[in-house]
């Protein structure tokens, strides 16, 4: 069954970094676009970054674009998010998502409705 794992979420004073990855497996990795989404306490989950199939195209939030960097290592069937400049607005849990519809070939999508499988997260904190 696919599973995608989160890992490298911490706590971090603002102005810092850290870097997020997940795990893919029972997938044809290169052939799935993949995504970060958030989600605050209160607040919905919200589109943060992603890569369409095969990393033909990026796309980020207006609120991380110059500070998060988005990769993927197909070999290794790893995407990751580099996030640096972090404030506390970036306080949330971290999911990563899969999508493998045609329509994520050349483009990225940024509902939470339209990703096939979901991690179960990782919590970043960023202090003041």
């Known amino acids: 069954q696919v599973q995608l794992v989160e890992s490298g979420g911490g706590l971090v004073q603002a102005g810092g970094s850290l870097r997020l990855s997940c795990a893919a497996s029972g997938l044809t990795f290169s052939r799935y676009a993949m995504a970060w989404f958030r989600q605050a306490p209160g607040k919905e989950r919200e589109f943060v970054a992603g890569?369409?199939?095969?990393?033909?195209?990026?796309y980020y939030a207006d609120s991380v674009k110059g500070r998060f960097t988005i990769s993927r290592d197909n070999a290794k069937n790893t995407v990751n998010l580099q996030m640096n400049s972090l404030d506390a607005e970036d306080t949330a849990t971290y999911y990563c998502?899969?999508?493998?519809?045609?329509?994520?070939?050349?483009?990225?999508?940024?509902?939470?409705?339209?990703?096939?499988?979901w991690g179960q997260g990782t919590q970043v904190t960023v202090s003041s």
């Open positions: 890569l369409s199939r095969y990393g033909r195209r990026t």
């Open positions: 998502a899969a999508d493998g519809t045609l329509a994520s070939l050349d483009l990225v999508r940024t509902q939470e409705v339209q990703y096939d499988y």
